[in-house]
């Protein structure tokens, strides 16, 4: 089993809930990147109206279309944060740094998994979730279905929704739990953990910040699903300036200069409710096996 935190206790809670909750930012560090966010200037302007059949309504870095902007805010997070998360993290990286922010009114985000970013789905990569206001339900905070990571396999994509797509309603009826968190403090879950946020009902804009931590003994990959193949995935060897410089329609189209690291089967299936029910019962046992090395 890999150890991914230094604190046993935080290790455990994580195997058990899929995330912990700690404390991350100093006060003034928070203050620090609130009066450089202005600076960083988007092509949004922070108030996206979602484009190119990704209708979105949040203020995503990855989403933006300045290499600039996204250069800037990468460069700034990871300044920042790479001490931090290493007081938690046992031997992992950092390889992606976004700003989310929902002005009022907006931004309910798709209820999800991250995206696998190492070629074993079995093994574990985390994000690292630090708002800069205080979050409650009502303006956007994180949202877990508790236990849900690595109960079935499975890769998102631009391309591919969840394996939970006919039942996403019931999902956030039914099972989510909201944690409220104030100014930084952080979430550091595992990207396979279904989550979800729900518009800001707030007055002002709600400000978090998402990182992308992989083992560093792991390289990091984009997996690419091809129509016309779709049996298969084919795995892409990347790195942090893969996600600054690409933009997202990229990634729905094969890029010549991409390197290949060979494919995959797609094993892909898609569930009802029911037996995601009896999936999440079965999570200690299923993850159990997994965590020893014997994949399901």
């Keep these: 089993m890999r150890k991914i ?3 046993e206790s935080h290790q455990n809670h994580f195997m058990e809930k899929g995330f912990v909750r700690v404390p991350m930012l100093a006060p003034e560090e928070v203050q620090q990147i609130l009066a450089a966010l202005p600076t960083l200037r988007p092509a949004d302007n922070f108030n996206p109206e979602g ?3 990704f209708a979105h309504s949040y203020h995503c870095s990855f989403l933006d279309k300045s290499v600039d902007y996204k250069r800037r805010t990468h460069e700034l997070l990871k300044g920042i944060f790479a001490q931090h998360i290493a007081q938690y993290l046992h031997g992992y990286e950092i390889l992606n740094c976004n700003f989310y ?3 009022e009114g907006t931004g309910e985000f798709v209820i999800h998994q991250n995206w696998p970013a190492i070629a074993d789905i079995n093994d574990t990569t985390v994000t690292v979730w630090c708002p ?7 303006n956007g905070a994180l949202q877990f279905v508790e236990g849900s990571h690595k109960i079935l396999p499975h890769i998102e994509g ?3 929704p969840g394996y939970f797509d006919t039942f996403r309603k019931e999902l956030i009826q039914k099972y989510l739990k909201p944690n409220s968190l104030t100014a930084g403090e952080a979430l550091i879950f595992d990207d396979g953990l279904i989550h979800w946020s729900a518009r800001n009902e707030a007055k002002a804009p709600r400000v978090a910040i998402q990182i992308l931590c992989i083992p560093r003994d ?7 699903f091809d129509h016309n193949h779709p049996e298969r995935f084919e795995v892409i ?6 996600f600054v410089e690409s933009d997202i329609t ?3 189209t094969r890029q010549p200069h991409w390197k290949s690291l060979g494919f995959v089967e797609n094993r892909n299936r898609y569930i009802d409710e029911e037996e995601f029910v009896e999936l999440l019962a079965r999570g200690p046992q299923i993850r159990e096996q997994i965590y020893a090395g014997s994949a399901v």
Excluded: C, I, W
């Design 218 to 224: 792991t390289p990091p990959v984009y997996f690419f």
């Design 51 to 53: 484009r190119d059949g």
């Design 158 to 160: 631009p391309m591919n």
């Design 132 to 138: 800069l206001v205080d979050v409650v339900a009502e």
């Design 237 to 242: 060897q990347v790195d942090s300036s893969f």
């Design 250 to 252: 990229d990634l729905t």
């Design 101 to 103: 922010v929902k002005p």
């Design 5 to 7: 935190f230094h604190q």
